[in-house]
């Protein structure tokens, strides 16, 4: 079995050796790139299992790179790295597409902990085996990141998938938002949490629904999580 390929976007030559290093050593096959023009040929060229992505490059924003790689439909789980900690700041990473979100400085275990976490779920519940999944008036696309409804096509994230998939392996039955958060993100920890659980079912019923604010088919179970209706 061929080693997991991953992508680090980095210009920052110490940080990138270091990546490198650190992957490597775990059995990772790694491919860098200092700009973001240059990460983005490699993103679409060697087709990597995971993408860590600086958000700070010389010629193009990491959000750029981000919103790009989602543009050309690439479905590749993309972990962000950043020294700005501010919430504003995530929020815009997660709504380019970023799946993971780590703020420098960052300890090595974390670090390989939620590229390790990314490359579990990128698969999952046998959703993806499915071409379609119709839910009310939308066709869920998990094969392709995508949900079509009202002959729109609407980009879905990785972590947006995944929390698609769990739910519809469970149809009509409600999911806790502590297993969500254990079974999506890998942890209980500070972040993410159960806000971060909400905050992705409210981009699912905006896809999803015809009225995200009466959901018909993606419900709140009251003192418990969520379930899925189609």
């Avoid at 061929?2 to 992957?23: F, P, T, Y």
């Avoid at 970023?98 to 990128?122: C, N, Q, S, W």
Wanted: hydrophobic share 35%; with cysteine; charged share 30%.
């Amino acid at each position: 079995m061929s080693a997991q390929r991953i992508l680090v976007v980095e210009d920052e030559k110490d940080m990138s050796l270091g990546l490198r290093d650190i992957l490597e050593s775990e059995g990772y096959e790694v491919v860098t790139a200092g700009t973001g023009r240059e990460g983005l040929h490699l993103a679409g060229k060697k087709t990597p299992d995971c993408i860590i992505l600086d958000l700070m490059l010389p010629d193009v924003s990491g959000y750029e790179v981000c919103e790009q790689i989602r543009q050309k439909k690439l479905t590749t789980p993309i972990l962000m790295l950043t020294a700005r900690a501010q919430e504003y700041d995530k929020i815009r990473g997660f709504k380019v597409g970023a799946d993971d979100y780590l703020t420098k400085p960052f300890g090595i275990g974390e670090l390989l902990a939620r590229v390790m976490a990314l490359l579990r779920r990128h698969g999952g519940y046998g959703v993806a085996d499915l071409d379609e999944v119709r839910v009310g008036s939308s066709v869920v696309d998990a094969r392709h990141f995508i949900v079509r409804r009202d002959g729109v096509d609407h980009s879905m994230s990785h972590y947006e998938v995944e929390l698609f998939k769990l739910l519809y392996s469970r149809v009509n039955q409600p999911v806790g938002r502590d297993e969500i958060l254990l079974k999506i993100w890998g942890a209980t920890e500070s972040f993410p949490t159960n806000r971060t659980v909400d905050n992705f079912i409210v981009k699912l019923r905006k896809k999803i629904e015809e009225d995200y604010r009466n959901p018909r088919h993606i419900l709140t179970v009251y003192g418990v999580g969520y379930k899925l209706s189609p």
